[in-house]
C-alpha cells in the first residue's frame, strides 16, 4: 500500500524522472534516505518504473499495435511469450473480440514482417489485426490515472 508521500513522488517523478532525489527530498520535506529508500520499495513492488521514452516514428521506426485471438491455448501462456519478443513493449491480456494487446516497435519493414511471421507461429494465436501507426500525437502516459481523465480528485493514486 503506498501512502500520500508515495503519490507525491510518483506525480513529481511523472514529470521529471531524472530529477535528482536531493531535489525531490527537498520539495517533499522528507530526507534523501527516505526518498531513496521509497523509490527503491516502490520499484521492487512493481508500483513504479523510470523510463525514457520516445517517438519511434520520428526516428524512421514502425510502431505497429496489435489485438490477438487465442483459441485452445492460455491467454497468459501466449502473452508469456509474446513479452519475451525483443521488438514488443508492451504486453496486455484485454477483454472484447481479441484476447491480447501488444505494442511493438520494429527498426523497418523487414523486422515488421519478421515480427509477425514469429507472432502468427505461436501455438493459440488465432486471430490478430494490425495497426501500423502513421502519426502519433501523444504517447501513453500514467498521468491518465489522476484528476478528471482517470480518477476524481478525492480518489487515492495506486489504490
Known amino acids: 500500500m503506498i501512502d500520500d508521500t508515495d503519490r507525491r513522488l510518483i506525480e513529481l517523478l511523472m514529470r521529471d524522472g531524472r530529477r535528482p532525489f536531493t531535489e525531490l527530498a527537498g520539495e517533499l520535506e522528507v530526507s534523501e534516505a527516505t526518498v531513496r529508500g521509497r523509490v527503491s520499495r516502490l520499484q521492487e513492488s512493481g508500483i513504479l518504473k523510470i523510463v525514457a521514452l520516445c ?14 485471438g487465442v483459441r485452445d491455448h492460455s491467454p497468459r501462456a ?7 519478443m525483443a521488438m514488443v513493449n508492451h504486453v496486455a491480456l484485454a ?13 523497418d519493414l523487414d523486422q515488421l514482417v519478421t515480427l509477425l511471421d514469429d507472432v502468427r507461429r505461436l501455438p493459440g494465436v488465432t486471430d490478430i489485426d494490425e495497426f501500423v501507426l502513421l502519426e502519433l500525437y501523444k504517447d501513453y502516459s500514467w498521468v491518465g490515472l489522476r484528476e478528471k481523465s482517470g480518477q476524481a480528485a478525492g480518489q487515492s493514486f495506486g489504490s
Do not use: Y
Not at 55 to 68: A, E, F, K, V
Not at 98 to 107: G, K, L, N, Q
Open 78 to 84: 501466449v502473452a508469456k511469450s509474446l513479452a519475451e
Open 55 to 68: 517517438n519511434p516514428l520520428t526516428l524512421g521506426h514502425q510502431s505497429i499495435r496489435l489485438m490477438i
Open 95 to 107: 477483454t472484447g473480440a481479441r484476447d491480447i494487446w501488444v505494442e511493438a516497435t520494429c527498426r
